[in-house]
């Protein structure tokens, strides 16, 4: 891997980061980044789906920190996805 290539990683993955803190669309560009560098689809998008849970995780730390959240919703949200992800993932 060149120096070019690990400094487009890492302005990308921060600036992907932080859209997916916000919002949502980070995917958007580190997908193809991850594939113009040799991935495959397949190892691209479960590489992404790690930094995904990583983001999701701060953000949720975060806004606990500052009183946003609802346990019992985020509970009642959580246990059908995480269904759907091992039904999807099988």
Known sequence: MTVMEVLALLALGGLAGFINVL?????MLTL???MFLG???QVANG???V?????????VA???????????????????AVF????GAG
């Open 23 to 27: 919002s949502a669309g980070g995917s």
């Open 32 to 34: 193809p980044l991850l």
């Open 39 to 41: 991935l495959p689809p």
């Open 47 to 49: 590489t992404n789906r």
């Open 51 to 59: 930094a995904i849970v990583l983001q999701s995780t701060t953000a």
């Open 62 to 80: 975060g806004f606990r920190r500052l009183g946003h959240g609802n346990f019992r919703v985020t509970l009642h949200l959580a246990v059908p």
């Open 84 to 87: 759907g992800a091992l039904l």
